[in-house]
């Protein structure tokens, strides 16, 4: 029978032995510092638990009828630029001013090849009312189930969304990933950033 002490050492040989996997190295700028980037291969399957969907991942595929009653289905968006951006609540402070500059911007990132689609957990009554009060040129999808959220990695808070933008290629790929909104700042820096995809 080995003694305590020897036990001891032994346990401690034991953990010494195992070593912690190498880092992984930071992912390369991609022009944006709020942007997230990640290789498309290997990426985790649509339904990540531990995080955001990366770019350089197919888009999960997602037909939602928005606030107006347009069914969007992102496969009749391919060929232009879709500007995914989740928000927490219609009528705060910060969601009103996000969406009042994706307004302002609205034009220009028409012109630059982009469809904007704002996404909350709010109803279509909520989002009929909000678009109607700040004349939102854009569609709104309601995401009551969080479905669109969990498909791409976004999370949820009391029943609220976070804050996160996803820039769609043209071949249904994630192009930018947008974690830190700045929402005063955040159409421009997309515009920015359309200019490059």
């Known amino acids: 029978m080995m003694r305590a002490p020897h036990l001891l050492l032994f346990c401690c040989l034991l953990l010494g032995c195992k070593q912690d996997p190498p880092p992984v190295p930071a992912p390369a700028s991609t ?29 999960p595929e997602f037909s939602v009828r928005a606030h107006n009653g347009q069914e969007v289905a992102l496969r009749d968006l391919r060929g232009q630029l879709v500007v ?78 976070q804050r996160v933008t996803f820039i769609i ?3 249904g790929v994630v192009a930018r990933v947008y974690e830190d909104v700045t929402p005063k700042k955040h159409a421009q820096q997309i515009l920015a950033d359309l200019a490059h995809l």
């Open 31 to 59: 022009g944006a510092d709020t942007s997230t980037a990640a290789p498309g291969a290997g990426a985790p399957s649509v339904d990540r638990p531990r995080g955001l969907l990366a770019v350089g991942t197919r888009a």
């Open 84 to 161: 995914l951006y989740f928000y927490p609540k219609d009528g705060t402070p910060g969601c009103t001013v996000e969406a009042q500059e994706f307004t302002r911007a609205h034009a220009d990132l028409k012109a630059a090849g982009a469809v904007v689609l704002g996404v909350s957990s709010d109803d279509s009554e909520s989002h009929v009312e909000f678009a109607r009060e700040h004349g939102l040129p854009f569609l709104l999808l309601p995401d009551e189930e969080h479905a669109l959220a969990r498909a791409f990695g976004v999370k949820t808070t009391f029943g609220m969304t």
């Open 169 to 171: 290629d043209r071949e």
